[in-house]
């Protein structure tokens, strides 16, 4: 507000909406954190289906080598290289699993003590910024990463190595550093998160080593010794609906020459050097569990059955688009307006307005100002990705509150003293207990009039901000049970000219 003094009351009801603006955001952002924690949860039971794969297949190189054709020197040089890049891959994985509780414990452990609960200040965005980026840990981390790529990597032959589709990569953003971006302006839940994810990285990468170097042996093994039916899912068991669940099926011992037959609830599923490929996009909430069934054929050409279940969860889209000051938007204001999507990228989400607004991009990566006109009396924000609808959200449009008249320092009608009414010196017209700050309104026209407690009432007309002499003089009589009522105020507002809806009256205390 421009001008006078604020009262006591009126500091109170501003620090009131301060704290419920607060109660409010965090609100919002609990639910964000809380789909974090669920996307690290599904990181980590993904990792453990790779870790399962890659303890196969060296299993499957170790029998070829010290049992199926011990003489075969390519045998034991896969081996040793298959132990090398294990040995490798799970140093890596221990390193980023020293690092998530270093920042987990720092930001006060898991709530109530559970291991698998989320993180206690999941909304902390200071303490691992300072780590990562004042202390240089992030540039540590990315130097780790692409270290464990090259090293993994260097077991395959310079030409085959664009065959092996890894994910440990760092790539430097076109503003900024490559930490900066992961970790900076990042809540704690979001990169516990992440570092699940680089988790899952380094045992990809090294899960498609293992293969070439399984590949290389003389001969395709095949250990049918224990036949184990597995699903693997591709990207996590909790899916917001508008996607597609995909996981692979096969058999833990089974071999790239051998096509068994896959079916899923009945229905056949498309079969890839022995893995089955399935897809579903879910239709409603909740978990959705299938029952998958494997036949392939023994030694002795007979029909073999596995069965196997699986199942994943099916979310409603985790979209969050919140006003940032009201639930309204007002005519003639530049809207603040956050939009964002867990797990994907601010950059990667498409924001629209229906008819009536217009949006613009504010200076950081998913904000946004919203303008609306006044011939709609609601507008509705939606969020894409890729095509896709991942969420919506109508506000309605308002006008801006009209302002109240102040005479100086007098912010209310009631009585004063004398000597507080012949101090008033200007006409102001304030917004008050309003969201935004910075809304101005310009005081245009005001009419100022002077009822004595005995005879004839008189009026000063005025214009603009300052008291004028006409009226000045008026005040300058003031005596007890005198009345002074500002009334035909006008001002300017961002939206325009306003009529004040309500006159200002005082009167001269005893």
């Keep these: 507000m421009a ?52 303890e196969n297949t060296l299993k499957q190189i170790d029998k070829y080598h010290k049992e ?33 509780e270093q920042l987990i414990t720092a930001g006060g452990g898991r709530k109530d003590g559970d291991p698998d609960g989320e993180v206690a200040e999941a909304s902390n965005m200071e303490k691992h910024a300072n780590l990562m980026i004042n202390q240089g840990k992030g540039k540590e981390v990315k130097n780790k990463i692409n270290e464990l790529r090259e090293k993994i990597l260097a077991f395959v032959p310079a030409d085959k190595r664009a065959e092996i589709k890894s994910d440990l990569i760092t790539e430097e953003p076109k503003k900024g550093t490559w930490e900066s971006e992961m970790f900076e302006h990042t809540p704690l ?88 490929k399935y897809e579903v996009s879910p239709q409603s909430e909740g978990e959705n569990k299938f029952k998958a069934v494997i036949i392939t054929q023994d030694a002795q050409g007979k029909p073999k059955r596995d069965e196997v279940e699986g199942s994943y969860f099916a979310l409603k889209p985790l979209a969050v688009i919140s006003a ?37 991009k504010d200076k950081q990566d998913g904000t946004y100002l919203l303008t609306v006109g006044g011939s709609e009396k609601e507008v509705t924000i939606t969020a894409n990705v890729n095509g896709k609808t991942m969420g919506f959200q109508k506000y309605r449009v308002r006008p801006i509150p009209k302002p109240m008249p102040q005479l100086g320092s007098i912010a209310q009608s009631g009585s004063y003293s004398a000597g507080e009414i012949r101090a008033a010196n200007f006409v102001i017209t304030a917004l008050k207990d309003f969201a935004f700050e910075g809304v101005n309104f310009t005081t245009l026209r005001w009419t100022l009039i002077y009822q004595p407690k005995r005879g004839d009432g008189k009026f000063a007309p005025g214009q603009g901000t300052n008291i004028t002499g006409e009226a000045k003089a008026l005040l300058n009589l003031a005596k007890p049970g005198d009345t002074y009522t500002l009334t035909g105020v006008s001002a300017q507002g961002p939206a325009g000219a306003v009529q004040l809806p309500s006159s200002l009256t005082v009167t001269v205390r005893q």
């Design 189 to 276: 839940a979001a990169v516990v998160a992440i570092i699940s994810k680089i988790q899952n990285d380094i045992k990809n990468t090294e899960a498609q080593v293992l293969d070439y170097l399984k590949g290389s042996i003389k001969e395709d093994v095949l250990i049918i010794d224990k036949l184990e039916a597995k699903i693997i899912p591709n990207n996590g068991t909790y899916i917001t609906i508008g996607n597609k669940y995909s996981a692979d099926i096969f058999l833990a011992a089974s071999s790239s020459r051998t096509n068994p037959d896959i079916t899923v609830n009945g229905a056949k599923v498309k079969v890839e050097g022995g893995v089955g």
């Design 68 to 100: 199926i054709s011990p003489a075969d020197p390519k045998g034991k040089e896969a081996y040793d290289k298959a132990m090398q890049v294990k040995q490798i891959a799970d140093e890596g994985v221990k390193y980023f699993a020293t690092l998530k």
């Design 324 to 360: 940032t000051k009201m639930n309204v938007v007002y005519i003639g204001l530049e809207n603040p307006i956050s939009v964002s999507v867990p797990g994907v990228s601010a950059r990667e989400v498409q924001v629209t307005c229906s008819s009536g607004g217009t949006l613009k």
């Design 3 to 54: 001008g006078g003094k604020v009262s006591v009351r009126q500091k109170m009801i501003n620090m009131m909406y301060l704290v419920l603006t607060a109660l409010l955001a965090l609100n919002v952002s609990a639910e964000i954190l809380k789909a974090f924690h669920m996307v690290e949860v599904s990181m980590d039971r993904a990792g453990m289906n790779i870790d399962k794969k890659n």
